[in-house]
């Protein structure tokens, strides 16, 4: 799947981008000011290359993800699903509260 920005705006962005990097340096380093917008947009579009495969990814969690809920839910319309919540705490050393919560109910 492709993003927003892809191949054909990265050739858009190359022009003015080199211009402005020549803007900023000597006439005498026109070869540095390609050279590092060609590196510039090299790396925009490794990250455009990475948003692609992030969106693929994601399309396949959707994708198996829905089956898992899709089951789920006609489990729990067939009532065949049971629903079960835990809530567990962790004893902190230095809380006297969460210490008396934790040691059970108090004798007389």
């Known amino acids: 799947m492709k993003v927003p920005f892809g191949e054909a ?6 022009q003015p981008l080199q211009d402005m990097v020549k803007q900023h340096l000597p006439t005498s380093l026109e070869a ?3 050279d590092a917008a060609q590196a510039a947009l090299e790396k925009l579009s490794l990250h455009v ?3 692609e495969a992030n969106v693929d990814r994601c399309k396949a969690d959707h994708q198996s ?5 899709e089951l789920e839910r006609k489990a729990a319309a067939e009532g065949d699903l ?3 919540f835990f809530v567990a705490t962790k004893k902190r050393p230095n809380s006297k509260r969460v210490a008396d919560c ?4 108090k004798r007389l």
Do not use: F, H, Q
């Open 65 to 69: 993800l829905r089956e898992i809920w």
């Open 82 to 84: 049971k629903w079960c």
């Open 32 to 34: 540095v000011a390609d």
């Open 102 to 105: 934790m040691s059970g109910p």
């Open 9 to 14: 705006e990265l050739d858009a962005l190359r």
């Open 49 to 51: 290359a990475a948003a």
